[in-house]
């Protein structure tokens, strides 16, 4: 008798980049989860970079990065990464985090990379959950955005809410992101 395996489908990441964003922390999150495909030898992660208008974004270190698409025809997946770094408070318009509030309906859980706490909790998507952000800019998150339960931790899972801080922790937590998988 032949049994077939079921292979699960790929864990389906859209990673959102910003100008200046932290070379450190991209390679921090997508490069575990490449040698976790490697090692397996299956598909176990796809990821694709996008940013708000799907032009290319510059690094803060000069590396540039040209998207695969924009947020807003982004169809969707498991995990939307928010990866802001340097000059996330010019990324709070209101046109942005109504794009971000709408994006968030199609994933299955936000994760907020760096300063990506910050953009998620200045679009209400932190209201009433536990968060972390880089440690330079956890008292003045705090002290912003109060309805966040604000925790100095390495990273915080609540829910379908995921962030860290800086480049470190990012690499703690994809780890325990494939770990737990």
């Known amino acids: 008798m032949q049994t077939t395996t079921i292979q699960p489908a790929p864990r389906e990441i859209a990673i959102l980049l910003f100008d200046r964003f ?8 997508v490069e575990p989860f490449r040698a976790a495909n490697m090692l397996s030898r299956k598909e176990l992660y796809r ?10 974004v ?3 270190s000069g590396l540039p990065v040209t998207p695969g698409t ?5 169809s969707g997946g ?4 928010l990866l802001p770094s340097y000059g ?23 994760v907020g990379m760096d300063c990506g706490a910050w953009l ?28 966040v339960d604000t925790v100095e931790d390495r990273f915080v899972r609540d829910g379908d809410r995921i962030t860290c801080g800086g480049a470190t922790t990012t690499f703690e937590l994809t780890l325990d992101m494939i770990r737990r998988q």
């Open 58 to 60: 510059v690094s803060s």
């Open 88 to 110: 996330y408070s010019g990324e709070t318009g209101p046109d942005k985090l109504a794009a971000l509030r709408e994006a968030a309906r199609r994933f299955t859980a936000l």
């Open 120 to 147: 998620m909790a200045a679009a209400g998507l932190l209201d009433g959950h536990r968060a972390t952000i880089h440690w330079d800019e956890i008292g003045r998150f705090a002290e912003t955005f109060p309805e």
């Open 47 to 56: 990821w694709q970079f996008v940013t708000w208008d799907g032009s290319d």
């Open 22 to 29: 932290s070379n450190h922390c991209l390679a921090n999150a």
């Open 78 to 81: 498991d995990y939307l990464f």
């Open 70 to 74: 924009r947020l807003a025809d982004h």
